[in-house]
């Protein structure tokens, strides 16, 4: 697989790997229901979802929980990733791709990015935007680290990997028919069900 970014080449290898390693566990995914147990509250037949950067599947795996019949299918960049990601979504539905390369060619009632905007390179962000859009029939639900204004920090001592800004607002202004419906924001210290400081943004098309 050929990249365009250093971010992809990134997550593509090692350290995506060690990603996986540090976000498997039990409370983690007790979290993620309670997370998105409280979001889907907001919405109506959800039957069908796409996950953009979805790892080995754990905001799926509590989708699924949530929603037993609900149709998975996410797409990831690191290749041992996906092989975790197929006990979840289905072989057929666990797509190895780069989110700059893939095409919509088809819609879903949830269109879902959870803690991967942040580390896509800024120049890139409107293709993303584009995709998850594109995909959407009716929700878009943005779970990053919020700042009103685009910072680039440091991440586990790395440059240029992790970017900060308004990313739902952003949509909103270019996609005129998209509405905010709900957001909110996850504490790292909550004691029963902590995120990692996510702020997510429910948007929906009108």
């Not at 779970?143 to 680039?152: I, Q, S």
């Not at 998209?178 to 004691?191: N, P, T």
């Amino acid at each position: 697989m050929s990249f365009s970014t250093n971010e992809e080449a990134f997550w593509a290898g090692s350290f995506g790997n060690d990603y996986i390693e540090r976000n498997r566990s039990q409370q983690y995914l007790a979290s993620n229901i309670h997370f998105f147990s409280n979001i889907l509250r907001h919405t109506q037949k959800v039957e069908s979802v796409i996950e953009f950067g979805a790892n080995i599947g754990m905001n799926l795996r509590a989708l699924k929980i949530i929603l037993p019949h609900v149709s998975a299918t996410g797409i990831e960049i690191n290749a041992e990733a996906v092989r975790q990601l197929q006990e979840v979504t289905g072989p057929d539905q666990a797509i190895y791709q780069s989110i700059l390369d893939y095409t919509p060619d088809d819609k879903y009632d949830l269109s879902l990015i959870k803690g991967v905007l942040i580390h896509i390179h800024p120049e890139k962000l409107p293709e993303v935007y584009s995709k998850l859009y594109e995909s959407a029939k009716k929700y878009i639900l943005i779970c990053e680290y919020y700042n009103p204004t685009p910072v680039e920090i440091s991440y586990r001592g790395h440059e240029g990997k992790l970017y900060k800004r308004d990313f739902a607002g952003e949509m909103l202004e270019i996609y005129k028919d998209l509405a905010l419906l709900d957001y909110g924001f996850v504490y790292r210290r909550d004691v029963q069900f902590p995120q990692d400081d996510i702020t997510w943004f429910l948007l929906t098309k009108q």
